[in-house]
């Protein structure tokens, strides 16, 4: 019985196998071609453009971006635009600058350069971290410290601070009685 094709109409020719049969007067698997290697210079110019836009060295790559480095006000200076960054880009940069005392801009173009940056971020950030627990620990000293000190001297200046006014309101006393001797006493006084 003829076989049909996807379609319904009759099929004369051998389906395909995914595993070939050994024929007559041939060996196993010399009936499989090997692959043709895609040619390189017959792209579509729908492709190329696709290409250039992934190629990150290319003039038409669409993936770049400015970002700002942070740096010492005093070099900002020495900053200039590097080579195979985008002019425009740049110039758009420079002029949108947050902060051109301490910031210089810095072209990232594809994914490689992003995630290059992304790991120095969290580089920075972990010696930020480790910066912070540092200051927390020696904030941490410093005021335990203080209480102590702090606390030990409050409690000896207030005792301080009483016998000074008890020994102020004794000669207060002691005065008033000198200065009040051989004169009646007004009644207010009584």
């Known amino acids: 019985q003829p076989s049909t094709s996807l379609f319904g109409a009759p099929s004369t020719t051998q389906q395909p196998s995914l595993f070939p049969t050994a024929q007559a007067g041939t ?3 010399s009936t499989l071609t090997a ?3 895609a040619s390189t210079s017959a792209v579509p ?5 696709v290409l250039e836009a992934y190629n990150r060295a290319g003039p038409y790559c669409r993936f770049r971006h400015m970002f700002y480095n942070v ?3 005093a070099t900002v200076h020495l900053y200039q635009r590097p080579p195979g960054t985008d002019e425009r880009l740049w110039q758009q940069a420079v002029r949108n600058n947050p902060d051109p005392a301490r910031l210089v801009p810095v072209q990232a173009a594809g994914f490689d350069d992003l995630q290059l940056r992304v790991k120095e971020q969290e580089t920075r950030i972990g010696q930020h971290l480790g910066a912070l627990v540092r200051i927390e620990e020696t904030v941490g000293k410093l005021q335990e410290d203080h209480e102590m000190t702090t606390s030990v001297k409050l409690s000896d200046y207030r ?3 009483r016998e000074l006014v008890r ?3 004794k ?4 005065l008033e009685a000198i200065f009040c001797r051989g004169r009646a006493l ?3 006084e009584v």
């Open 186 to 188: 007004v009644p207010e």
């Open 159 to 161: 005792r301080r601070h």
């Open 71 to 73: 740096v010492d006000p």
């Open 171 to 174: 000669v207060t006393f002691a």
């Open 27 to 29: 060996t196993w698997g």
């Open 45 to 49: 110019p729908g492709l190329q453009s």
């Open 35 to 37: 692959p043709q290697p």
């Open 167 to 169: 020994k102020l309101m």
